[in-house]
């Protein structure tokens, strides 16, 4: 439906009059898993109608705003959950196979897919999630991370909305 609003001139010139907060916006939903189709088609739209390098880091940063809440969240509410949860006999056998069949990369398989999923359009909840359960991974240190992975996939949607 966003992306045919291209077509739909008053929704379009609706989007288009937002302008970097429009940009914001998307980065903020983009976040979610509900909204991330509906914000990856915003940004879409609106790739054309503005500069991509200052789109890209506004929408970086308000993709970075959800994250932070996100993992503040899970750090503080939910961690007792995912320490019983390691505990766990399914968990125990899962980690203790990835370690056999992925011996010198073991340590760095979930902060990759953790990184791939919070770049993508993908929902976010699931890599920042990851990312939340590492004890060695500061608030500063995800939140560098986190802006310049979503900033990169924002840049990279942007990019093909140029194209479309």
Known sequence: M??????????????????LL???LGGVFYSYGFTSAPSTAVLLVLAKEQNIIAAGIIGGMGALLSDTFIFLFIRHTFMDEVEKLKKEKIIMNINGMIKKKFRPFDKYLIPVLASF??????????????MASYKNISVNKFILLAFILHTTGI??????????
Do not use: C, K, N, Q
Not at 6 to 15: E, M, V
Not at 117 to 130: H, K
């Open 155 to 164: 840049f990279t949607i942007l990019y093909i909305g140029t194209l479309i």
């Open 117 to 130: 999923l919070i770049a993508s359009p993908l929902p976010t909840e699931m890599g920042v999630t990851l």
């Open 22 to 24: 429009g940009i914001f």
């Open 2 to 19: 966003f992306y045919e609003t291209r077509t739909y001139p008053p929704f379009h010139d609706f989007l288009v009059s937002l302008e």
